[in-house]
């Protein structure tokens, strides 16, 4: 398997441009979580979802954010208008479980790098 | 609510000897203890992980970690350091009886060793 897949790896936009981050998770994982990392405020979850469906996401800082799941497969994080702070390394990862408790391991993919100028 | 706290921002260590990075983990039932390393550029990586069972729990790498529930830590540990083990460690947690699924991550230590 050729485990989490996200893209951009790096992405340079200017301020108020919107962003579209995505991923791919492994095949037969139901669950996938969105993370932020900063220097200042380390490594956060923003959202995660079981079955495509989201289950938390408190961790998502504003409006301007939002994410999708559309299939087992694919997700996407959308940040409309970017704005500086939210330069980061946003990451993917997924894992297995059952209906209600996932498996403790998470696979994270590679980071997609922002830097919002 | 659960916490993870990583008290080093840095641990330094010469290579062939022994390293502990530390971890200390508040929850209010059993916890789901994890260490993770990301080495530069990369996503988070797994290294080991204590559910139940044997407080002693051996992972990749030659990594290896130590529950203690009186102590409320989580230590990892390895007998002899490289320095390709240098990379960012995190330690996290998960309350087995919490009905949110998801893991809580400390804040990392920067592991540094020298050849």
């Known amino acids: 398997d050729a485990g989490v897949i996200q893209s951009p790896r790096h992405e340079v936009t200017e301020m108020g441009q919107e962003v579209t981050l995505r991923c791919k998770p492994i095949s037969g994982h139901d669950y996938l979580f969105w993370y932020r990392q900063t220097m200042m405020r380390g490594l956060e979850l923003l959202i995660y979802?079981?079955?495509?469906?989201?289950?938390?996401d408190s961790g998502m800082p504003e409006d301007r954010f939002s994410a999708k799941m559309p299939n087992a497969s694919f997700s996407t994080l959308k940040i409309q208008p970017s704005e500086p702070r939210d330069s980061a390394v946003y990451f993917c990862?997924?894992?297995?479980?059952?209906?209600?408790?996932?498996?403790?391991?998470?696979?994270f993919g590679p980071g997609t790098r922002l830097l919002v100028l | 609510a659960q916490s993870v706290a990583q008290p080093e921002d840095q641990v330094n260590v010469a290579e062939g000897n022994p390293l502990t990075v530390k971890c200390t983990y508040s929850v209010s039932g059993n916890p789901y203890l994890f260490w993770y390393v990301q080495y530069p550029n990369r996503g988070l990586q797994f290294l080991l992980k204590y559910i139940t069972g044997d407080n002693l729990v051996k992972g990749s790498y030659g990594f290896e970690a130590e529950f203690n529930k009186s102590q409320t830590s989580f230590h990892l540990k390895k007998p002899s350091a490289l320095v390709s083990d240098s990379a960012l460690y995190f330690c996290a947690v998960r309350d087995i009886r919490d009905a949110t699924d998801k893991l809580i991550f400390g804040t990392g230590t920067r592991l540094q060793v020298f050849p």
């Open positions: 990862a997924s894992t297995t479980g059952t209906a209600t408790m996932p498996e403790e391991t998470q696979y």
């Open positions: 979802f079981n079955n495509n469906v989201p289950i938390d």
